[in-house]
């Protein structure tokens, strides 16, 4: 009875859950130009549109350019940090992890308007690559964690050996150290990907609508009604996520990057 219980509990909730995305989808699919559902015919132009209209397909490719330079800026800082504090073991040390994850623990408006204060001030507020720097730091903490959980994986005995044998620093990192923590850098980069192209607080105050991504996109194009590619450009998002962390959830160690420890560990 209690089995049956949990099952119906589990099933309710992936409803409630499922339910917002099923509705959207139908929408994207509608064949008048309203937001109906259960749709009214079926059409996949509104999907042709994000790639046909050159207003959706610009603040598409300014939605792909933002999140990859962000999350690659996030990994190319992610990285010697968590490469140091795994070398240096040291109280101390924990300062500069705490400065790391500092970003994303704030709320984001708190941290949108301290770049849009900071930009401003700098007089550089609307540039097109204050958007990176912004999303690069805010998001700093995914790859951090991963990093970190990544150079936690690893046998020291690996590293005390290439260095007995004469290797540098810049060596074992390159030649021991990067190839072991490779799953957990390109998931952290997937991480900070996916969250960079649908976030809209932080890319909104500092550039406005001077470099429209998809989701400031979107939200110009309410001021003019509501039309169907909005709900295609948020299935699309859905998708490619689904795909991204599907592919690190199939390539990755997915318990261990959700912080799980190993049988050796625990």
Same mark, same amino acid.
């Given at each position: 009875?209690?089995r049956?219980?949990?099952? !119906?509990?589990?099933? =309710?909730?992936?409803? &409630?859950?499922?339910?917002?995305?099923?509705?959207?989808?139908?929408?994207?699919?509608?064949?008048?130009?309203?937001l109906? +559902?259960?749709?009214?015919?079926?059409?996949?132009?509104?999907?042709?549109?994000? &790639? %046909?209209?050159?207003?959706?397909?610009?603040a !598409?490719?300014?939605?792909?350019?933002?999140a990859?330079?962000?999350? $690659?800026?996030?990994?190319?800082?992610?990285?010697?940090?968590?490469?140091?504090?795994?070398?240096?073991?040291?109280?101390?040390?924990?300062?500069?992890?705490?400065?790391?994850?500092a970003?994303?623990?704030?709320?984001?408006?708190?941290?949108?308007?301290?770049f849009?204060? &900071?930009?401003? $001030?700098?007089?550089?507020?609307?540039q097109?690559?204050?958007?990176?720097?912004?999303?690069?730091? +805010?998001f700093?903490?995914?790859?951090?964690?991963?990093? %970190?959980?990544?150079?936690?994986?690893?046998?020291?005995?690996?590293?005390?050996?290439?260095?007995?044998?004469g290797?540098?620093?810049?060596?074992?990192?390159? %030649?021991?150290?990067?190839? !072991?923590? =490779?799953?957990?850098?390109?998931?952290?980069?997937?991480?900070?990907?996916?969250?960079?192209?649908?976030?809209?607080?932080?890319?909104?105050?500092?550039?406005? &609508?001077?470099?429209? $991504?998809?989701?400031i996109?979107?939200?110009?194009?309410?001021?003019?009604?509501? @039309?169907? @590619?909005?709900?295609?450009?948020?299935? #699309? #998002?859905?998708?490619?996520?689904?795909?991204? #962390?599907?592919?690190?959830?199939? +390539?990755?160690? !997915?318990?261990?990057?959700?912080?799980? =420890?190993?049988?050796?560990?625990?």
């Amino acid at each position: 009875m209690n089995r049956a219980l949990t099952r !119906l509990y589990l099933a =309710l909730v992936a409803i &409630f859950l499922a339910a917002p995305i099923v509705v959207v989808a139908g929408v994207s699919v509608n064949e008048r130009q309203n937001l109906t +559902f259960p749709p009214q015919g079926f059409s996949l132009s509104w999907y042709a549109a994000i &790639f %046909t209209d050159d207003s959706w397909r610009q603040a !598409l490719m300014n939605s792909l350019l933002l999140a990859t330079l962000a999350a $690659t800026l996030a990994v190319l800082i992610a990285l010697p940090l968590a490469w140091f504090l795994w070398r240096r073991i040291a109280p101390w040390a924990n300062v500069f992890q705490l400065l790391g994850v500092a970003p994303f623990v704030l709320p984001p408006v708190i941290t949108a308007l301290g770049f849009l204060t &900071f930009w401003t $001030t700098a007089g550089a507020y609307g540039q097109w690559w204050t958007a990176i720097i912004s999303h690069g730091i +805010f998001f700093v903490t995914l790859p951090l964690v991963t990093l %970190t959980l990544g150079f936690a994986s690893i046998d020291r005995s690996l590293v005390e050996a290439a260095s007995t044998m004469g290797a540098s620093d810049r060596t074992v990192l390159r %030649t021991v150290v990067l190839p !072991l923590i =490779l799953p957990y850098l390109v998931s952290g980069f997937a991480f900070v990907f996916v969250l960079s192209l649908n976030e809209y607080i932080v890319a909104y105050m500092t550039v406005g &609508f001077t470099m429209e $991504t998809l989701p400031i996109k979107i939200f110009n194009a309410l001021r003019y009604g509501y @039309t169907p @590619t909005m709900a295609s450009v948020s299935v #699309f #998002f859905v998708a490619l996520a689904a795909l991204i #962390f599907g592919l690190v959830a199939r +390539f990755g160690d !997915l318990p261990r990057l959700l912080g799980a =420890l190993s049988s050796d560990e625990s």
